[in-house]
């Protein structure tokens, strides 16, 4: 599964994407933030304060609940700032 | 007509006259220009998510479609670095008549500030920071909800 | 910048630009532009009392500067004979933010459209006929009453 | 004083303006519309249904009962139809 990071929290990853390989047990949105939460120093400084981080399922908004079943592409921003 | 996004600047006049050539149908083209400001600000930087801002912005643009009798609609969003006097964001719209052209450009105006999947880093003299939402852009973004309860995200 | 009456078509893109030239606290420009519409109208014929018209705009600018916080507004009204598709009106307002600017264009422009001195004669297939004063444009230009009762005419 | 009309009370009466001599008896603008009406059928016609006809002294907008004591310019035209 493609991961997509934009703004803050693609600067504190470190990278603007990556390609994930999930355990069976990732179902949701919420359930991903908390597995990437585990993947080192720089995943649990930008999800933090997973509250107020936004995900998109294949570019439609997404809630913490929202499976994320055969989803191609997830990403996660914070609240957007417009033009 | 039609939605872009892109780095480069935008011919305000042409994009209003687009909407009117060839056609005498249209009696009303309201427009919104957002500029960047300076002040204590050198520059800042647009991100987008391409591919879901366009697609967004469309669903934004159908949905205006539906609660206004429009003849047309433009909306141009800049991403990439900009100067304090660049043109940020044109919203474009034509109708028969003022209210609709008014009222659908500030909807999009409002979904764009709000709600669009862009990000705003600043850099100042005192260093670079992404700005945060305001609340003021929520509460009027916030103003159309509810209308029509079919049509709520 | 200012208001202005004349025969000549104007340049909105450089009636917009205007407005934020040589300046960087311009943060929104917005604009709205009326144009005559077709259908079975062949022509149509503006009147207006020269003098009065330029007082009364001029007026009414200034009360939108007063109730919005403007950094600047520009009216260009035409008068004479147009043709389906031509333009007849433009305003421009600019502010720091799109809520005043939008507001104040809206403002301006229901009173433009209702109680300037300005009359409206129509050239028809059928005829020639002076247009009657539209209930709904009253009706909009009410929405503004009330708010500033001192400032009511 | 000096009259001005628009419109269709303009195209009624035949001409853009005229200078007047008032009696002493004209006080307010409804005075001057009734001393009008009495001058001819164009102005009978052109004020046939006065309560629609607008007036401005002096490039203000002005009320039947408004006194025209000192003005210069008095105009009557049809309701606004702006641009």
């Known amino acids: 599964m493609r991961l997509l990071y934009f703004a803050w929290v693609r600067e504190r990853i470190g990278k603007p994407d990556e390609e994930v390989d999930l355990p069976a047990s990732v179902r949701t949105v919420g359930d991903l933030v908390a597995w990437l939460q585990g993947r080192g120093e720089e995943y649990a400084y930008a999800f933090e304060n997973a509250a107020v981080i936004r995900a998109a399922i294949d570019r439609n908004h997404a809630k913490p609940d929202t499976a994320i079943a055969g989803a191609r592409e997830i990403a996660f921003f914070p609240p957007m700032t417009g033009g | ?153």
Chains 1, 4 share one sequence.
């Open chain 2, 1 to 153: 007509m039609g939605v872009r996004l892109q780095r480069e600047d935008f011919d305000i006049g042409a994009e209003i006259a687009a909407l009117s050539a060839g056609r005498t149908d249209v009696g009303a083209v309201a427009s919104f220009t957002g500029i960047c400001r300076g002040g204590d600000i050198v520059a800042m930087t647009l991100e987008h998510y391409p591919g879901m801002a366009e697609a967004e912005i469309e669903r934004h643009v159908e949905e205006a479609q539906s609660r206004w009798p429009l003849l047309g609609v433009t909306v141009i969003h800049r991403h990439g670095r900009l100067v304090p006097g660049d043109n940020i964001v044109l919203v474009a719209t034509a109708s028969q008549h003022r209210e609709a052209a008014f009222a659908a450009a500030e909807f999009l105006m409002d979904y764009l500030k709000t709600r669009a999947p862009f990000w705003k880093k600043e850099e100042r003299a005192g260093g670079d920071g992404w700005v945060e939402a305001r609340q003021s852009d929520d509460a009027a973004a916030a103003r159309w909800s509810g209308r029509r309860p079919e049509a709520a995200e």
